[in-house]
């Protein structure tokens, strides 16, 4: 069973940056599609930004351009770097596979809170 590890987040100021990271374990890393999500309260969680096994990657259009989404298959590690961040990325940020709950990633992890405020 695959177990996630978010981390990164944090309070930042509109326009001001943060990384975040999953740590992945209990599976092959390298051979699955990965995606970095968010939730707000009572939204569906949504997909931000997706890497694949062959390192293309795909963004949401409100986050095109401002985040970067990469991997370390070395580390079993997956990194969401994102600037210029806005009120509107407030959210718990998670990773799982792309399409999620595919395969050995059976659950999601406790996400890590982003929170965007002056």
């Known amino acids: 069973q695959v177990h996630l590890v978010e981390s990164g987040g944090g309070l930042v100021q509109p326009g001001g940056s943060l990384r975040l990271s999953c740590e992945v374990s209990g599976t092959i890393f390298s051979i699955y599609a990965l995606g970095w999500y968010r939730q707000v309260p009572e939204k569906d969680r949504e997909l931000v930004a997706h890497i694949g096994s062959h390192f293309d990657t795909d963004y949401v259009r409100s986050v095109k351009g401002r985040f970067t989404i990469s991997r370390d298959n070395s580390k079993n590690t997956t990194y969401l770097q994102m600037n210029d961040l806005r009120p509107e990325d407030t959210a718990v940020y998670y990773c799982?596979?792309?399409?999620?709950?595919?395969?050995?990633?059976?659950?999601w992890g406790q996400g890590t809170q982003v929170t965007v405020s002056s």
């Open positions: 799982n596979s792309n399409p999620p709950i595919a395969g050995p990633f059976t659950t």
